[in-house]
């Protein structure tokens, strides 16, 4: 049987340090040996009703619950003042056959995976490498495990494929301590499964869009995630180039997308009219405290999987544009602590010249992230077409108000399905300042009112945003998500009722889900 350690503690924490947060208990859950139940499925099953048993024990003392990852949010999101489940030690994987196929799935079965809950974007990626298979796009780096991801709308820079729940294809959810308290749910418009093989999950199947859209990005409140299926990818290669180019001309393309006819090209990723081609992945790096003219860009073009190819890594490892946190650190390293003296310097930096350029598959590109100590990351979804504006506006109040230890960058993803998923815009521009955390002084103005004016700024002049769910911001912000999601915020409530009963729907929601309003 598998087994839960329980630890009574007083608080919780982030990977990066953003609490801590209260907490009472901690469930530690591991599945059984397989020596002892050698059958995967045997293990996830017999890990379900462990799971329903800590649902059930929770209830009865009338305490919510709550399940985390990674902890690579950056707010109290994944938090519970109660009890938290680590799920880190269920990760079960199992290949979807042609014969686990609903009649009616226009899916390559070769393609399908179910993934259990704990299982990190790196472990994923391994076990799709060793299948001939890949991830269709990956955060910034591979330590978020993959409901974790799917929970807060985990986003690449894929321009053609979406943030990671755009692959997601079924959900295995436990929303209870019943019997029928264990479901599939899947879209019905786009079958997957077969009704023999969620029998065998022990699972009562839903085949609703609606449901299944909302429960894309469901923030933790639609149950205990236990498994994933995905649709993955033969495996392929990123080209990947680092370039500095003019702003004006890395704010057009972020406007246009229109790289065919961009004045900007690499000579060997063009058609043969000699017009650019699209990438895969676009990203602009803004030095928000420096009057050069130019910026770095990074762009990478999709290739077929060939061998051999150069090692990728020595060029990942010592890239400085790799992670915006990292490179505020790399920078920050070598001056004293101060913050005004780091900005004055970053003033007068004008970035390197650079012109690197690698090529590896999906999991080595987007590789372990370099910095995990005290940061913090908050990440507006804006319709690219407003990108450089808003930018221009926030890079002039971090200048203005600030200064603030961190630097912006900017990427593209296309819309989400999910239904309060931030990449909303039908192409979102995720404009994003990361960097170290800080205390505030009396020059220096806190995070939390650094967020609510980036809100206000924005706000005031009448640029439609979203917010990366687990990042930081001032979500205390009056009317916050009614304003960035409108009906679309009622359709994930009224489909969270649906699914849940009363007394699972206040268990599975926290503080978080109440402060925003999605929550009673």
Known sequence: MATTKSKFLKEWNTLHKNGPFPLKILYQTKLEGERAMPKKLDRYNDAAKEIQRLIKETHADGDGFRAYGSAWSMNHIASHKDRMHYNGFMNISLPINASDCHANSNYDSSNLFLFECGTTIKEVSEILAENGKSLKASGASNGQTLAGCISTGVHGSA??????????????????????????????????????????????????????????????????????????????????????????????????????NASFTIPEETNSNGKGNTPYHYKIFINQYSNAPDCVVELMYKKPYVEPYPDPFPVIKESLY?????????????????????????????????????????????????????????????????????????????????????????????????????TKFPITCMLEIDGVLWKETRKIMSLKKFSKRMIEVLKDNNIPFTLHWGKNSDWEFPELVEHMYGNQANKWIAQRKSLLSEDMYELFSNKFLKTIGLAP
């Open 159 to 260: 321009l053609d494929v979406g943030s990671v729940q755009d692959y997601v294809v079924g959900l295995n959810l436990i929303i209870g301590p019943n019997d029928d308290d264990i479901v599939y749910i899947e879209r019905d418009s786009k079958p997957v499964l077969s009704n023999e093989f969620v029998n065998k999950l022990n699972a009562r199947i839903i085949r609703d869009d609606g449901l299944f859209h909302a429960a894309m990005v469901g923030l933790g409140g639609f149950g205990f995630i236990h498994g994933i299926v995905i649709e993955a990818e033969p495996i392929f290669l990123l080209k990947r180039y680092v370039k500095k180019i003019s702003k004006t001309t890395a704010y057009e393309l972020a406007k246009t997308m229109d790289f065919e």
């Open 322 to 422: 790799r992670d915006l946190i990292f490179l505020f650190v790399k920078l920050a390293e070598n001056l004293p602590k101060s913050i005004p003296w780091l900005v004055k310097r970053l003033r007068n930096t004008i970035l390197p010249k650079v012109d690197d350029q690698t090529t590896g598959m999906l999991k080595e590109i987007f590789w372990d992230a370099p910095y995990q100590g005290p940061a913090f990351a908050c990440s507006f979804g804006i319709d690219h077409k407003d990108g450089p504006k808003a930018m221009e506006l926030l890079g002039k109040l971090t200048r203005d108000e600030g200064p603030i230890p961190g630097i912006f960058a900017m990427r593209f993803v296309k819309q989400s399905q999910g239904t309060i998923a931030f």
